[in-house]
């Protein structure tokens, strides 16, 4: 029943990132980039698994040049 | 004469042209007694840090105390990276013993085997102090732990906890990156306690004289008294010595200050301007957040009606950003364009309509994205500004900039660093 409450979320952890701007590429829906070229990652949590959210944030992880990125698990706020 | 009988001053007891030697600092105060409750006393105190986030000491220490690990520090931050703060440097100039009572008092109740004061490498006099009040300690009989000085660059970000304790670990003023809160720094595996120097020096006192004295003045929600640092209009800057809750009009007054100000900054140059009409606010967390400020670091910069608040911003903000450890990309770039936008606005030229569109877009955006709360801070500043001088700003947009736009110095801001300048170790 508690994992109904969890949600996923992409994280950037901003020293180890510089700004290659690949992650906004590859997860157009979730990240932006500000007009420094550093991503905006959106809060809206990720979808279930197989969703194109989800697929997308973990191409964008895998294709972070820095390895700046990861996917947390989190508890949704009721 | 016993200090447990009058009200105030509490940390700054005894203010003589030199520090107390320990004999005297034990004439007033006593000896310190170890006592086993500490945690449960500073609990019921609501001791809160005064370095400026306002967190109960007593859960952070106990947070500490159940760490296992055959090594704890317990660090004093007396980096005092806030130009306008003077609070440490007094409080180490009248009584450095009471902050190693403290300190060490904290040891004991977490289980520390070293203490660390950081003192930045500037303030030669501050390092004297606490040199000798250690080496006085030492003369009498071991402490127990060891006790260490350090010295830290004094740049502003250098007093951040997790940039001290980087430094401390591994000898780079740069802040680490914690994605998990609360979040245990560490020095190697040894867990550390980071705690402001006017915070252990409060810890002294409740040591001595217990949460029930230390509740006696103060608001409920923030007991006891705390230290102030008043500059801007004034006749002379000030640290003094307050209650929680005492109305912003009376300190301004105790420190000779304009009592009637065009606005105010709270907290420190990460802080927030207020309006002018503040002064009738009690100076406590609780009653200052509906203005969205905070007592933070102490730090109140009184800005009289013949200012401008668009120009002293523009010169915090440059001097903030210029301050950054440039880890992080909306920092170390941000924070440089917003103070850009803020120039051309503070000047009012042809520029400065599109400078303020341009910093409320850059201020919405830079918001929560650094490892530390640096960027934060400046964009918290710029946006209190943005409030509390609204019409300036739009007559400065409009280019009419006030009568004393660009040459407005009250908030005082050191000279900016220049790039090879920058030390970092």
């Not at chain 2, 907290?267 to 933070?296: I, K, Q």
């Amino acid at each position: 029943m508690k994992r109904r409450n969890e949600t996923l979320i992409l994280r950037a952890d901003p020293i180890l990132c510089d700004g290659f701007g690949h992650c906004a590429e590859l997860a157009p829906e979730i990240v932006t980039l500000d007009e420094w070229g550093y991503p905006i990652i959106s809060t809206t949590p990720l979808g279930a698994a197989r969703s194109t959210s989800l697929r997308s944030a973990q191409l964008a992880v895998r294709g972070c040049p820095r390895q700046a990125l990861w996917i947390e698990k989190v508890e949704q706020r009721s | 004469m016993s200090i447990a009988t009058h009200t105030l001053p509490r940390v700054l007891t005894g203010a003589g042209p030199r520090p107390l030697t320990l004999q005297q600092h034990e004439e007033f105060f006593g000896p310190a007694r170890m006592r086993r409750d500490l945690l449960d006393e500073l609990g019921r105190s609501g001791l809160t840090g005064r370095g400026g986030a306002a967190f109960p000491t007593a859960v952070k220490a106990a947070l500490l105390r159940d760490q296992h690990a055959r090594k704890k520090f317990v660090v004093v931050n007396a980096m005092e990276g806030e130009p306008a703060a003077h609070k440490d440097y007094t409080l180490a100039s009248v009584n450095p013993h009471l902050v190693l009572d403290g300190a060490l008092a904290l040891a004991g109740a977490i289980g520390a085997s070293h203490v660390a004061i950081c003192v930045a490498r500037e303030k030669t006099v501050m390092i004297n102090h606490f040199e000798r009040a250690v080496h006085e300690r030492e003369r009498r009989g071991s402490l127990g732990v060891t006790v260490e000085i350090h010295t830290p660059p004094g740049r502003y970000i250098a007093g951040e906890e997790s940039a001290l304790v980087h430094w401390l670990d591994d000898n780079e003023t740069l802040p680490q990156f914690r994605p998990e809160r609360p979040s245990i720094l560490s020095i190697g595996r040894a867990p550390v306690l980071v705690d402001n120097t006017e915070t252990h020096a409060h810890v002294g006192l409740i040591l001595r004289y217990g949460a029930d004295w230390f509740r006696s003045i103060g608001t409920t929600a923030s007991p006891g008294s705390t230290l102030v640092s008043v500059s801007g209009a004034v006749a002379r800057p000030v640290v003094l010595e307050i209650a929680l809750g005492t109305p912003i009009r009376e300190i301004l007054a105790a420190a000779g200050a304009d009592t009637a100000p065009r606005a105010l900054l709270l907290g420190g140059y990460g802080g927030t301007f207020v309006d002018g009409s503040a002064v009738s606010t009690p100076y406590a967390n609780e009653l200052l957040r509906p203005l969205g400020a905070s007592v933070g670091a102490g730090v109140i910069v009184v800005l009289p009606q013949q200012s401008c608040g668009i120009t002293e911003t523009f010169n915090i903000a440059r001097w903030m950003a210029n301050e950054s450890a440039r880890q992080c990309g909306p920092c170390a770039f941000g924070l440089p364009a917003l103070a850009e936008s803020l120039g051309h606005l503070a000047v009012g030229g042809r520029d400065a309509k599109d400078a303020l569109a341009l910093i409320r877009e850059r201020s919405g955006v830079i918001n929560g994205r650094g490892a530390c709360r640096h960027p934060d801070g400046v964009v918290r500043l710029v946006q209190s500004a943005l409030s509390v001088f609204a019409d300036d700003a739009e007559r400065h947009a409009a280019g009419h900039p006030c009568a004393h736009a660009g040459h407005s110095r009250f908030a005082s801001v050191p000279r900016l660093e220049l790039e090879h300048e920058l030390v970092w170790e």
